[in-house]
């Protein structure tokens, strides 16, 4: 098998893994990764901005806020403005949520121990090592390095 196979392979091996991961964790605990993500943020904080959270959380702004409004509509969380500053807006969980958020968070370590059961803890660190090695070569790439919208595929 040459090289160029070999990289297709693994790339499309982690689309799959990707989309299938999200899918069943979705399924298993009931809401999205960026979902829990935030939400056991927000966990950890009494009260936060909510540019401060989608810095912290790293998913876009647009996100985050279709996340909080659906999260808000649910009773999970409370937005607001403080008087002393108008333009930051708030975010909060209410105290019935923290509960069950910190449920999700003992569910969530468990599909993580199954999702990587098998692998030694040197696995583990190689596996982390070559992934990162993956996400750091993936925020380096733009479309001018591929030849803008026109480009062929070399594969």
């Not at 449920?103 to 999702?115: A, C, P, R």
């Not at 692998?119 to 390095?145: G, H, I, P, W």
């Amino acid at each position: 098998m040459n090289a160029c196979s070999v990289r297709l392979q693994i790339f499309l091996q982690l689309q799959a893994v990707n989309k299938e991961l999200c899918s069943k964790f979705e399924s298993c605990l009931g809401a999205s990764p960026s979902r829990i993500e935030i939400l056991h943020y927000l966990l950890q904080y009494e009260e936060v901005t909510q540019s401060a959270l989608q810095g912290e959380v790293n998913i876009d702004a647009a996100a985050v806020t279709r996340h909080l409004k659906q999260l808000e509509a649910a009773g999970t969380i409370v937005r607001y403005k403080k008087a002393n500053d108008q333009r930051a807006t708030w975010v909060k969980l209410e105290e019935e949520a923290k509960r069950h958020i910190q449920q999700s968070f003992h569910e969530k370590s468990h599909f993580v121990d199954e999702t990587l059961a098998g692998f030694s803890d040197a696995e583990l660190e190689q596996f982390l090592q070559m992934l990162s090695k993956v996400s750091e070569n993936v925020s380096r790439v733009t479309k001018k390095q591929l030849g803008g919208e026109n480009h062929e595929p070399n594969v």
